[in-house]
């Protein structure tokens, strides 16, 4: 995954399509999301119809960030997928959902409250997805 | 004595019977001319000559005649005349009785009539705030003149919220005049705090059920909507308009109010672009419904917007996020002047907006008296910012 600093303002996200990945296709689902998670500094869980998942993208684009983000209505076990996170979630809407570092942020009201209270940037940074 | 009374009470001693039917005059007379008949059967006849004691003579002819050893006559007459009394003192008794039940139930049915009376006062100014502040301010805009029950219901309740906030806003002013110790001062911010927690929550319940009289402004006053944002308020403008007013700020404060700013203003781009994306997917699937699947393109149309709700809940969690915000940055002095600011401000606002509905309709016809209205409305802004300015 590469980090360009954003000259320009347009967004550039990389949109994965998920393959079976690294040879041996993880069976289980929650297994794939933590693979995932870990895979890039920032990912986000998307399904590509959602305005809400757009505002999310929207944010970290207006932020300099470039996530990885997983459309999961254009993945075969995308279904899956929805239900872990939804678990993680502890039940609503399984997209969009936001990992940081690895670690778990939490669906678009968390991400909003983590960015008011001036604690997404610096977590950012400690991704290495920000700089400066 | 008593003519009326039947003679055959003492028909065993015809010296009486005869005495009694000779009329009432004289009753010495008779009690004398009773003999000692009379005179033996009762002891409480008076001797003076008018007899005013009907209870004793009455227990006089009550007496039960077992002296005569009689056989039904006399006693029939005595358990008719016996009857009587009895029959009418049951019958007063249960008048009464009646009377008072009956009184109590109209007692009852007019404390009942008392207390909904006073509910439907109350009911009626709830109803004229909620409409004057969503339909007559507005224009009369509303089709039909009607609101939804989610949406009237909300409008009582940020009416109560409003006359709420007003408490506050005089607790504030008279705690930082006072100048309390901080932990007084910090139960008052906090109860403002929370105060704001509540119309934040009140307005996500509304969401559910009418997300459009929220997302419209349709409870806000016509200046407030005309800068609303997604329901509300635009946290970056209110931002904006308090660092001018709160130092004095620490190095550290100017840093995370800017901070705020900056924050505040990325999310509401961020929102901002997602509803835009909502609307044009919505206008895409209205627009090209064919006639054969409109009906599948009406209810595609009906879950997409659904979503607005999580919008309007996003925008408001935002704002949430900016007051809490707020309180962790400043010092529980200078949140309470803070939190003062916003307070007036919104009146102003709400001031504005009513100063507005009411200026005087002359100036429509007087096109070339339109700098002397505009300053007439100067100076009844100006009188009231006056009234509103405390620092």
């Known amino acids: 995954m590469q980090f360009q600093p954003e000259t320009h303002s347009y967004y550039s996200a990389s949109s994965v399509v998920i393959h079976g990945g690294g040879g041996v296709a993880a069976a289980d689902p929650f297994e794939r999301v933590v693979r995932l998670a870990s895979g890039s500094a920032v990912v986000v869980f998307s399904v590509s119809t959602c305005c809400m998942c757009h505002a999310v993208k929207r944010l970290f684009c207006g932020m300099g960030v470039s996530p990885t983000v997983y459309e999961l209505d254009q993945d075969p076990r995308g279904k899956e997928i929805e239900r872990v996170l939804s678990q993680l979630l502890g039940g609503g809407s399984a997209v969009p959902v936001v990992f940081i570092g690895g670690k778990l942020v939490g669906a678009m009201d968390r991400v909003m409250a983590s960015h008011i209270s001036g604690n997404l940037v610096p977590l950012l940074k400690e991704a290495g997805a920000l700089w400066l | 004595m008593f003519p009326s009374w039947p003679i055959r009470f003492h028909h065993h001693t015809p010296v009486v019977g005869s005495s009694k039917s000779g009329g009432g005059g004289g009753g010495g007379e008779e009690s004398t001319d009773s003999g000692s008949a009379a005179n033996t059967l009762s002891t409480t006849v008076p001797e003076s000559p008018v007899s005013t004691k009907p209870s004793s003579s009455d227990h006089h002819h009550l007496q039960p005649p077992q002296m005569d050893g009689a056989g039904g006559f006399s006693q029939s007459h005595q358990t008719a005349g016996r009857q009587t009394p009895e029959k009418t003192l049951r019958r007063l008794a249960q008048n009464r009785e009646a009377a008072r039940k009956s009184r109590l139930r109209k007692k009852a049915y007019v404390q009942q009539l008392e207390s909904s009376r006073i509910r439907l006062t109350q009911l009626e100014q709830d109803l004229h705030r909620a409409r004057s ?24 309740e940020y009416a109560r919220w409003l006359d709420e906030d007003l408490r506050h806003m005089s607790e504030l002013r008279t705690a930082v005049q006072a100048h309390l110790t901080d932990g007084d001062l910090r139960v008052i911010v906090d109860a403002y705090i929370s105060h704001y927690d509540e119309i934040f929550r009140l307005k996500g319940v509304a969401a559910k059920s009418d997300v459009f009289h929220l997302i419209t402004g349709m409870w806000a006053t016509p200046a407030e909507r005309c800068f609303l944002w997604m329901g509300g308020f635009r946290p970056s403008d209110l931002i904006k308009m308090l660092i001018s007013q709160l130092d004095p700020l620490t190095e550290q404060q100017i840093m995370g109010i800017y901070g705020l700013q900056q924050t505040s203003q990325q999310a509401e781009d961020a929102l901002s672009q997602g509803l835009e994306q909502l609307q044009q997917s919505l206008i895409d699937t ?38 809490h915000q707020l309180r962790r940055i400043l010092t529980v002095r200078q949140a309470a002047r803070c939190f003062l600011v916003i307070g007036e401000y919104y009146g102003r606002l709400r001031a504005l907006s009513s100063l507005w509905a009411s200026r005087p309709r002359e100036a429509l016809q007087m096109a070339d008296d339109n700098s002397c209205q505009t300053t007439t409305d100067l100076h009844m802004v100006q009188s009231s910012q006056n009234q509103f300015s405390n620092f």
């Open chain 2, 286 to 323: 209205i627009a090209n419904g064919s006639i054969n699947d409109s009906m599948h393109h009406m209810a595609v149309a009906l879950g997409k917007l659904a979503n607005l709700e999580g919008f309007v809940r996003q925008a408001d969690n935002l704002r949430q996020q900016t007051l």
């Open chain 2, 133 to 156: 502040q969503g339909i007559f301010l507005g224009g009369g805009g509303v089709a039909g003149g009607s609101i939804s029950s989610g949406g009237a219901i909300f409008d009582m």
